[in-house]
């Protein structure tokens, strides 16, 4: 393996955290049962969205390239002799977190506003978010023509 790295995205446990507590102390103050099943149901959701969500991890080998999401259910797989071309962008912060559509490309992002964007040769665009964007543009840089 050439790069791994996982990027924790703290803001979005630490909101789901937030969330989750107040859900459960307003449970606990309605202390009627449907309000607390209710809770329970909310909270879970909120922590299989935290499992799901909460790390982003990308990995190069040679001339390939994984991210994924959490424990990996979520995930893309890329040939980098597809790749044509390869940036550091600076995202605008509405482009958000998670999977997201922006105006040229698709985009995975746990937090921050710093990505690697691919351009393929099919002409369609990938961004990855990253707390690293220096060294995963050079690990996909060094591989794009590695097979």
Known sequence: MLYKHTQIGVTILVILAI????????????????????????????????????????????????CWFGMGLIHKEFNLTEVTDVKIIKNPWFYGWGIRRVPDAWMFNVSGLDAVQMEFSSGRKFRIGTDEPRRLESAIRQNMHET
């Open 19 to 66: 969330a989750a507590l107040l859900m459960g102390v307003i449970a606990l103050f309605i202390s009627k049962e449907a309000s607390i099943w209710s809770a329970i149901a909310v909270i879970s959701s909120l922590a299989v969205i935290a499992i799901l969500f909460g790390t982003l991890t990308v990995e190069v080998e040679v001339g390939k390239l994984r």
